[in-house]
């Protein structure tokens, strides 16, 4: 497809529901970096906070909303993705999605934070549910192409079209130059070619893999974020990382999560010795906001030096149990646990970004021709701490709006410029990739003991400076050496660390995800106020390749 109106980066259900709506208009080029299927939404298991139940109202929920945010929401953002809900929910079920039904109509679970039943979901693995059908309609539509094994390494800009002599007042993002990882040449970097586009949408996911322990896929190691800061696209409240509180703790279980639909319908945490904690730490219990959670876990673990807690369901029936879980029932039989008889050990671990590349719930961000959808963006939705299950819920909403806003871009490029070559002259391929692995395993190992659940001046000013030293080698290898899919990503994830870390340090008090000793209590006068960050412009004139910037600094 050559010069397709819309780029699309990434395939989960942000990225494919965009594509779907777009394609009603123009031609449609999705990449991915490994198989369509991989993405955080076929992990997903809990599912889609709407309402549709009598008893519960828009007001219900855009307070649960509200309040799990902790002063940080845009309330106008809430309203309109709460009030969409149930018609985005709708179209979903008519593309073919099998949400689960009782006789009275959508089956509806209850997660945390929610303070009624509007969970919709399709049994317990909702988000593979959703991503097999929009994988299927996406490959047959005739105005769509997927091309998997595809790493986008940096965004096209003006500055870095053919002809260009001096960079414009105001850059334009005009695509982006792509990684044929099919090409197992040098790891594919002979195959790295400018993919230009009319409007280019990031819908990459999170950056679960910036951190040891993650629920998230291989995939998410936040390429949007890292090319759209790289790019001069502002990025907000990056120090809200939220961790899910019960994944499986098992030397053979990679980031196996346990769904908070399981506390939902009654499963309490207990520590090692069998006492129920989490009375203790709010009035809500098990079913307290995830960051309440989380840092109670945590806490409960660090004080009484234990590795894990238990998760218990086995108070309930065994084929209620059964029932309503079975994928997630199967699964831990293959670990050794039975759900109906054994408490499932837990740990929490690094599961969404409620901060992202600053953008409207259209997608629109402060760079022209760039849209970022899904969890790649920050709209406001989340503020400092997301509710269970909004996620999907915000990656269908903006995807609607997403595309009108696409098409509005893409009228404004009458012709797609031509880009310059990617240059790889006096590059040469690494001797050896032991350095890779261990920066690789330095990064996501300083984000996790530094910058985890609970933060300190001391721990963010230490990591600041570790990972300053590890980006300035990895910048360097990034220059001289031939580009992999392995020093990509490490690229990337070095530098939302580094980010991270940068908006952690500006928020000098403690709020939602964002728990720092020496602040304890939230700063009245933070509330609302997003922390928001931009590359230097300094660091943008930089070029030490000719189609891509170096390294910039924060």
Same mark, same amino acid.
């Given at each position: ?279 203790? *730490?709010? +009035?809500? !219990?098990?079913? @307290?906001? =995830?960051?309440?959670? #989380? ?7 660090? &004080? ?101 806003? *696409?098409? +509005?871009? !893409?009228?404004? @490029?009458? =012709?797609?410029?031509? #880009? ?7 590059? &040469? ?105 931009? !590359? ?19």
């Amino acid at each position: 497809m050559k010069e397709p109106d819309v780029l699309v980066l990434g395939s989960g259900i942000a990225g494919l529901m965009l594509a779907l709506k777009c394609a009603a208009w123009g031609r449609v080029l999705v990449l991915t970096k490994r198989q369509a299927e991989d993405s955080s939404t076929n992990w997903a298991q809990g599912g889609i906070a709407a309402v549709h139940d009598a008893r519960d109202s828009f007001a219900r929920h855009e307070r649960d909303t509200l309040r799990c945010g902790a002063g940080l929401c845009d309330r106008e953002v809430v309203r309109q993705v709460v009030r969409e809900g149930p018609e985005r929910v709708a179209e979903l079920e008519a593309l073919g999605v099998p949400f689960s039904r009782t006789g009275r109509g959508l089956a509806l679970g209850r997660e945390g934070g929610h303070s009624a039943r509007r969970i919709v979901h399709a049994s317990d693995f909702t988000g593979r549910a959703i991503e097999q059908v929009l994988v299927e309609r996406v490959r047959q539509h005739p105005r769509i192409r997927v091309l998997e094994d595809q790493l986008a390494v940096d965004l096209i800009l003006d500055s870095r079209l053919r002809g260009r002599r001096a960079a414009p007042r105001r850059e334009r993002v005009w695509g982006a130059y792509v990684m044929d990882c099919r090409d197992t040449r040098d790891g594919g970097s002979s195959r790295i070619r400018p993919v230009t586009a009319r409007a280019t949408v990031l819908a990459t996911g999170g950056c679960g893999k910036v951190y040891l322990y993650t629920s998230n896929p291989d995939i998410a190691t936040g390429d949007g974020i890292a090319m759209a800061y790289r790019a001069g696209a502002a990025v907000e409240n990056l120090e809200f990382v939220q961790f899910h509180p019960t994944c499986l703790y098992h030397p053979a279980a990679k980031s196996f999560l346990l769904s908070e639909a399981l506390r939902g319908e009654g499963a309490v945490l207990r520590t090692l010795d069998g006492e129920r904690f989490m009375p203790r *730490a709010h +009035r809500m !219990a098990e079913l @307290a906001p =995830r960051d309440v959670v #989380a840092r109670a876990i945590d806490r409960e673990m660090k &004080r009484r030096g234990e590795p894990h807690v238990l998760l218990d369901i086995t108070h309930l029936p065994a084929h209620r149990v059964k029932g309503r879980f079975p994928n997630i029932h199967a699964a831990l039989l293959r670990f050794g646990f039975d759900l109906t008889r054994d408490p499932i050990p837990v740990v929490p671990a690094a599961h969404y970004m409620c901060g992202g590349v600053r953008a409207t719930l259209a997608g629109r961000t402060s760079l022209p021709g760039l849209l970022a959808v899904g969890e790649t963006a920050c709209t406001g939705l989340h503020g400092a701490n997301r509710l269970a299950s909004n996620s999907l819920l915000e990656a269908v909403v903006g995807a609607h709006h997403g595309a009108v806003e *696409a098409r +509005r871009q !893409a009228a404004r @490029a009458a =012709r797609v410029p031509e #880009a310059e070559p990617w240059q790889a002259r006096g590059t &040469r391929p690494p001797h050896e990739t032991v350095v890779f692995d261990h920066n690789w395993d330095t990064v996501r190992r300083v984000m996790w003991d530094l910058v985890g659940i609970v933060r300190s001046d001391q721990r963010l000013a230490f990591a600041a400076r570790r990972l300053a030293l590890l980006r300035e080698e990895i910048e360097l290898d990034y220059d001289r050496l031939r580009l992999s899919r392995d020093l990509v990503e490490l690229r990337n994830i070095a530098l939302v660390g580094s980010l991270i870390v940068a908006c952690a340090r500006r928020r000098s008090e403690s709020r939602g995800l964002h728990d720092i000793l020496d602040h304890p209590r939230p700063d009245p006068r933070r509330a609302g106020r997003p922390t928001v960050l931009r !590359a230097p412009a300094l660091a943008l004139r930089r070029r030490r390749r000719l189609a891509a910037p170096g390294g910039v600094g924060l």
